[in-house]
């Protein structure tokens, strides 16, 4: 009894510090985290037939896609998961690798689960080959190059962890793919889907360039680290909001400025800055990169009462694990704490007021408005986030 009423008070006390605002992260605990989250979405969204995973849990029958911007694939009722939330799990599965002392437990299911449901949807009737928005044995998707370019960045990733040749070999096609998309039209830049060649966005071009400094790295061939310049200067003249800095989402052939602003465009900007101040010592990226975070910090987070940390405004929670990889690889470079504790805050409220009863997580962080019906990527979002922190000890 004594224990299960320390227990009690312990669980109080941490509910009433976050009631007043005072987040105490524990240290060592978002591995676990990862993990556990990780057993859920396997358990809940994944199925003993194949290595395919649902996109809702609990399924809808009703859910259209409607991020596809094509109204006839996102109405088709879908069985699976499209490509952009499945590989979702891709980057969870690899931050987990990351920070885990055993690789191989990781790598192994990669190997086994995420790379056999990938491949339904790897598309090799259309030339050059890369990966279809729906799976195979539907009828064709469409195919978009930021989908792609995900794809790419987490097979280099995988590659610089365990130096397996095929997932370089995945990657360099994925590369050819990518290309593809590239004409002079604006003054070059990637599309943003093959199919519908209507528009450049910040999605396709800037995680492009992390892309090509990846395989730099990776690789040592300079022609990619010139490719990673050249994108993101290009994404930097063209898409970037003088005022703030921060990044619009896309520019239309007619030269139309789409000014909405995301935090995965800005966010995979910080990064690409990170990344060529890393790999050149050039100082005015380190200079783009700070000044990007600060941006960030003011426009995608805010103050709440009761709170004494910024809290991430109510967005996509995926392009909120995609900013904090560009705070990582800035923290990596100059050595300030500052935005990841601050990530590590959120993420320690999210885990003890946002999980429901099966161990998932809402996106709601004023926790005002929960839903029951929960979205794939979101969490895996989650994983990622948890895994990314947890190898700095977190």
Same mark, same amino acid.
């Given at each position: ?11 109080? @006390? ?46 809808? /029958? ?7 911007? =094509? ?5 088709? $009722? ?7 939330p499945f590989s979702g799990s891709f980057s969870a599965v690899n931050a987990l690798m990351e920070q885990s002392k055993d690789k191989a437990a990781y790598q192994k299911i990669l190997d086994q689960k995420v790379l056999v449901g990938l491949s339904e949807y790897r598309d090799e009737k259309r030339k050059p080959v890369g990966y ?14 930021? %989908? ?6 987490? #097979? ?13 070999? /995945?990657?360099?096609?994925? &590369? ?71 990044? &619009?989402?896309?520019? /239309? ?36 990169? $700070? $000044? ?7 426009? #995608? ?12 405004? =109510? ?25 990841? %504790?601050?990530? +590590?805050?959120?993420?320690? @409220? +999210? ?8 161990? @998932?997580? %809402? ?5 005002? =408005? ?25």
């Amino acid at each position: 009894m004594k224990q299960i009423n320390r227990i009690t008070t312990t669980v109080l @006390l941490t509910g009433l510090c976050y009631m007043m605002g005072q987040a105490q992260v524990k240290k060592g605990q978002f591995s676990d985290h990862a993990q556990k989250t990780l057993d859920v979405i396997y358990d809940k969204y994944g199925n003993t037939q194949n290595k395919l995973l649902t996109e809702k849990y609990p399924f809808d /029958h009703n859910f259209k896609a409607d991020y596809l911007n =094509n109204n006839t694939q996102a109405e088709q $009722q879908k069985k699976y998961a499209y490509l952009w939330p499945f590989s979702g799990s891709f980057s969870a599965v690899n931050a987990l690798m990351e920070q885990s002392k055993d690789k191989a437990a990781y790598q192994k299911i990669l190997d086994q689960k995420v790379l056999v449901g990938l491949s339904e949807y790897r598309d090799e009737k259309r030339k050059p080959v890369g990966y279809a928005s729906y799976i195979n044995s539907a009828p064709a998707s469409d195919r978009f190059y930021d %989908d792609n370019i995900w794809l790419g960045i987490d #097979f280099t990733d995988s590659y610089i962890q365990t130096k397996k040749t095929d997932y370089l070999q /995945h990657a360099k096609e994925i &590369w050819t793919f990518v290309k593809s998309g590239e004409d002079d039209r604006l003054g070059g830049g990637i599309y943003w889907c093959e199919q519908k060649k209507e528009s450049k966005n910040s999605c396709s071009n800037a995680p492009a360039a992390v892309f090509a400094l990846k395989l730099f790295e990776a690789t040592k061939q300079k022609d990619y680290l010139r490719e990673g310049q050249r994108l993101y200067e290009w994404t930097k003249a063209a898409l970037q909001d003088p005022n703030d800095k921060l990044y &619009w989402d896309n520019m /239309h052939l007619d030269g139309k400025v789409d000014k909405a602003k995301y935090s995965y465009n800005s966010g995979q900007m910080l990064q690409a800055a990170a990344l060529l101040y890393q790999l050149t010592k050039e100082k005015k990226y380190l200079d783009d990169a $700070q $000044q990007l975070a600060e941006a960030c910090l003011g426009y #995608f987070f805010e103050t709440r009462a009761g709170k004494d940390f910024p809290v991430l405004k =109510n967005s996509n929670l995926w392009f909120h694990a995609v900013m904090m990889r560009g705070y990582i690889s800035l923290f990596e470079q100059d050595g300030n704490r500052k935005y990841i %504790d601050i990530f +590590a805050q959120n993420l320690d @409220l +999210a885990w003890l007021r946002m999980r429901d009863q099966d161990g @998932l997580f %809402d996106t709601d962080w004023t926790l005002e =408005n929960p839903k029951k019906s929960k979205w794939l990527l979101d969490q895996c979002a989650f994983v990622e986030m948890y895994g990314r922190l947890a190898k700095f000890g977190y």
